[in-house]
């Protein structure tokens, strides 16, 4: 690689390097030549987890030149990785009993945290950020989202962000053409207003773990039924709207004879109806999170798997790759004119 010309080697670098910033770092180690070639594109996609590492990675960016400071895929989260992902050869029960000795993290609502390693990080990199996944289980002083974001086509973040306890409010991303919203708290603000707001321009909207006691479900319900009306004059969600998923989160309930039921609540056969009314087949309804009672202990910050699989979906997305948006046939529970559950029956 030391006489491949610099064009190829930018070409490389770019193809290469979209993972949680693994293939940076170890480019970096190959020669010096390869070092100085690769490192405007050493920070192109990282994932970084907890405090510690945020802090840390703000330094960096501070110190390093502007133009090496091109971050484009962003996974950030306020946990630290062995709370999110499990250790090699590692399974639930092994992960459940290390973090017992730990103590699971327990949210004070009346703490807020320091929002400042994380809108430093953004100060850096905005101008460049293309996706960004952002899982923050705290409360924070500041609204971590509260500059533009003028590249930023991609976006995963908890619904709480769509209405912040202040004033703030997350900017608008005219870039912005796909975003997937998980419930953690309740939706109390006008969700499709929120997203026509954020992003106008939007094709591409995932609400995922939606559940039937959340306020703002029904909301949700109110802006699908507008947006099925002819014409959409009134309809709340953005125009531009090509593909809507919703993915319900339900207590796993079976039937007399031991087979799951998918569809347990009145918001769930609301969805279903609206799903299988949209003749544009915009709206899919997907099979719902599934999760024991046993998972009451751990709650979401003990669903290790699924954050697992949202890390997972942002690298195939960086790879080129559909990653969540790549719905598989046996993934949906109603589309237009079908229902898995009257199929199987």
Known sequence: MN???IEILGLIFILACVDDGYTGRTLSLVSKRIRTSSRRYAFQSIALYGSHQLSAFAGVLERVEPQHRRVRNLYLTDRRRVWMEYKTGQDRASWLRERITED??????????SSDAI???FRCIAPTLST?????FDRYDEMTLAMPFPALKELTIYG??????????????RALRRLHIVQDFSLRKSVPRAVSRVAPSLTHLRISRLVSTGLGSGDIVHGLERMLK????????????????VQMSQQEVFDHSGKSQLLTSPLAH????????DTRRRVTLLKPHLWSPADRLTGRDGDVEYYMGIKAEWERRNAGLGGLWDVEKSDVLASYEYCAEETRS
């Open 160 to 173: 709480s962000l769509l209405n912040h306890h202040g004033n703030a409010e997350v900017p608008q991303c």
């Open 119 to 121: 809108l430093r990080i």
């Open 3 to 5: 006489s491949c010309p």
């Open 132 to 136: 960004l996944t952002l899982l923050l």
């Open 230 to 245: 002819q014409p959409q004059d009134d309809a709340v969600f953005p125009s531009s709207l090509e593909h809507i998923f």
């Open 104 to 113: 699971f993290h327990i949210t004070d609502p009346a703490r807020e945290y």
């Open 270 to 277: 609301q969805l279903k109806d609206i799903a299988m009314r």
